[in-house]
């Protein structure tokens, strides 16, 4: 009982607060091109930790993102493969493949190929691709040809979200895909997410918070259209509590 009422209390003081405050103000800050910085103000006490807790869960794993989950080589055929003509491994190739950046509109999985007939080095400009999709870091270096011997990889490029090991690809490959060799894909836009809170006063309250949270992306999405898309996934899953839209309380909303 006394536990209930503490909940009781707070939720209370939770409320007159914000009718004293008003709406938290929220605003952006661009950084650099794919930096910004956020901030919420003023804040319930320790509601900061609330809301960067399931807003960083959610930009670090479940935004859309392109990644290479598959490439087959001429002439390889493991992971540990070499050809002499080539200055790197299959492994060491595959290194590299992780780092190409793309912009895709559908998710449909798709293939992508690099071919070469001569002395080159092999740059992610020289992947051919669709329409749907654009690699963003084309200056990024692949690999390397020692000879005029033809050069041909297929790469396959899928739009998901989270991280897939291979372990949980392999169940699902057909006939297809047999020669390709498979690859972890960490499907996440979002290359860091970092916060900072500071005690703010309004009026006589000195115990409200001010939330920062800075936000990098890599050029496939802006950080603001991440923490755009962050919170609509988390209201998607918040309303599920009250599908019935009823409204509790309607004096203290």
């Known amino acids: 009982k006394k536990l209930r009422n503490k909940i009781i209390i707070f939720f209370y003081i939770m409320h007159i607060i914000q009718e004293t405050i008003g709406k938290p103000?929220?605003?952006?800050?661009?950084?650099?091109?794919?930096?910004?910085?956020f901030t919420l103000s003023p804040l319930p006490n320790w509601y900061w930790m609330t809301l960067w807790n399931s807003l960083r869960r959610v930009l670090l794993s479940s935004l859309p993102w392109v990644a290479i989950t598959a490439v087959k080589m001429k002439?390889?055929?493991?992971?540990?493969?070499?050809?002499?003509w080539v200055k790197d491994s299959l492994l060491d190739i595959i290194l590299n493949l992780k780092l190409i950046r793309f912009k895709k509109?559908?998710?449909?999985?798709?293939?992508?190929?690099i071919k070469k007939k001569w002395k080159w080095v092999i740059v992610a400009w020289d992947i051919e691709t669709s329409s749907d999709i654009e690699v963003l870091n084309k200056d990024l270096i692949i690999t390397e040809i020692s000879s005029d011997i033809e050069f041909e990889?297929?790469?396959?490029?899928?739009?998901?979200?989270w991280y897939v090991p291979v372990k949980l690809r392999k169940s699902n490959i057909n006939d297809d895909l047999s020669e390709f060799v498979f690859m972890?894909?960490?499907?996440?836009?979002?290359?860091?997410v970092k916060y900072d809170v500071e005690?703010?006063?309004?009026?006589?309250?000195m115990n409200l918070d001010w939330l920062k949270l800075e936000v990098e992306t890599d050029w496939s999405i802006k950080p603001v259209e991440a923490v755009q898309f962050s919170s609509n996934i988390l209201n998607s899953y918040f309303a599920l509590f009250n599908e019935e839209e009823e409204v509790i309380e309607e004096e203290f909303i």
Request: hydrophobic share 45%.
């Open 199 to 205: 005690q703010v006063r309004v009026w006589d309250m």
């Open 153 to 161: 990889m297929v790469l396959l490029v899928e739009k998901w979200v």
């Open 184 to 192: 972890d894909a960490n499907f996440s836009p979002v290359q860091k």
């Open 75 to 84: 002439w390889a055929n493991s992971d540990y493969s070499t050809v002499d």
């Open 25 to 37: 103000k929220f605003s952006t800050e661009d950084l650099w091109n794919n930096n910004s910085l």
């Open 105 to 113: 509109i559908w998710k449909d999985s798709e293939f992508i190929t």
